[in-house]
């Protein structure tokens, strides 16, 4: 039996919407954008959304629009994909890592104050596997300390602890909506904000700095435009955007079904005795973007490769950012600085996870795994 990593769930009402687009005049940024943006934000409650190509773009820009530079440091997590430490690369700035919580593989808010220097000027927490960071506890921090707090949502759309939602706390949520996430365009990314004059700069800096888009200059009588400041060539096109309106009334209907199937790998993993799962806390919501198990370090690579030589699709995520090369060289990092990240680097299998994944495909995996 074959069990792909992941198949997404596109279907008639997004092919229509696309065809929708094509027969119009615009496929950049255009109404259509701006229509999922409205939407998105509704969803959300948050005031604003700027459609982007990426979360890396979503996270550059976000700290751009922040004044967060050259000289600057934003204390983050090594748990998360290469793209959050990049992007505090792209503006100049220098990341500073801290461990993770052993139980659920989110960013430690106990360890945080320790990082902040008098060059701080940021946090990005990271929403890991679809379950939120203590934004509570990490707000209170940036608060105390008068920091931007930018959250990294690439996971977490459906998300809420403590009664909180991504964006709520913060200055600046942003999303993925690459090809494996919950909400997908194949390629894609938002910030969300509840700062009108936040998102308006963000609309600027995403279409090279200039003052009026192609819809605004090309719509009726020709417009002149403007460059106010450098930007950059990040604006989400038409094309991205109707493939994502027609799935943002199906997002919780769609949560559901992961919902159920979780559950459902839960109920098979924890019969294994060798395997573990992070823990989800209580008070949380989980977007279930991921199932991820946990084995032992010396075992990992040789299930993986089991698992795929059955035909069954699986990943890591993530081994740990500052033992990456660029990184080690870069900053000098060596094994047991972050130990609690390195262990999620070194023990992390996820496993198939997407709708429409049959019972008797996770019951498969499961059999593979016991085996």
């Known amino acids: 039996m074959k069990v792909e990593f992941y198949k997404h769930n596109l279907g008639v009402e997004e092919q229509q919407k ?23 934000a509704q969803y959300l409650g948050l005031k604003n959304v700027v459609g982007l190509t990426s979360c890396t ?6 700290l751009l629009a922040l004044d967060i530079g050259p000289g600057d440091e934003v204390i983050t997590t090594p748990m998360t ?74 996971h977490c759309v459906e998300g809420v602890r403590d009664g909180v939602r991504p964006g709520q706390l913060s200055d600046a949520a942003c999303y993925s909506f690459y090809a494996t996430k919950n ?7 938002a910030v969300a904000c509840n700062d009108d004059s936040l998102a308006q700069r ?26 106010t ?9 038409n094309i991205q955007a109707a493939l994502l309106i027609p799935q943002i009334d199906r997002i919780e209907e769609r949560w559901q079904k992961r919902d159920l199937l ?24 989980s977007a279930y973007h991921l199932f991820t198990i946990k084995v032992p370090a010396d075992q990992r690579d040789a299930l993986l ?23 080690k060289d870069e900053f000098g990092y060596k094994l047991n600085t972050f130990p609690k990240a390195e262990q999620f680097g070194f023990e992390t299998i996820s496993l198939p996870f997407w709708i429409g994944l049959a019972e008797s495909q996770v019951e498969h995996v499961a059999r593979i795994l016991n085996a």
């Not at 065809?19 to 943006?37: A, H, N, P, R």
């Not at 773009?57 to 976000?62: D, N, P, R, T, V």
């Not at 909400?183 to 990314?189: R, W």
């Open 262 to 285: 979780y559950k459902l790998y839960r109920h098979h993993i924890n019969k294994i005795s060798y395997l573990n799962a992070p823990k989800i806390v209580d008070g949380v919501k």
């Open 81 to 154: 994909f290469i793209a959050t430490a990049n992007a505090i690369l792209y503006v100049g700035a220098k990341p500073v890592f801290v461990d993770v919580e052993p139980q659920t593989g989110l960013i430690d808010p106990l360890l945080i104050e320790a990082a902040i220097t008098s060059r701080t000027k940021a946090i990005i927490p990271v929403h890991l596997y679809g379950q939120m960071c203590d934004m509570k506890a990490i707000s209170k921090i940036a608060h105390k300390y008068n920091l931007k707090l930018i959250e990294d949502c690439a």
């Open 229 to 237: 400041e450098l930007g950059w060539k990040y604006n989400m096109s």
């Open 183 to 189: 909400l997908t365009c194949g390629e894609g990314g």
């Open 305 to 327: 490769g089991r698992l795929n030589s059955n035909d069954i699709g699986c990943a890591v995520n993530y081994r740990a950012v500052h033992l990456l090369t660029f990184y």
């Open 202 to 227: 963000l609309m600027t800096l995403r279409q090279h700095g200039m003052s009026k888009s192609a819809a605004d200059r090309y719509t009726g009588a020709y417009q002149h435009w403007d460059m």
């Open 18 to 40: 696309v065809l929708e687009c094509l027969s119009g005049i615009f496929l950049t940024t255009g109404q259509y954008v701006k229509d999922f943006e409205n939407r998105f």
């Open 57 to 62: 773009a979503a996270l550059h820009l976000s």
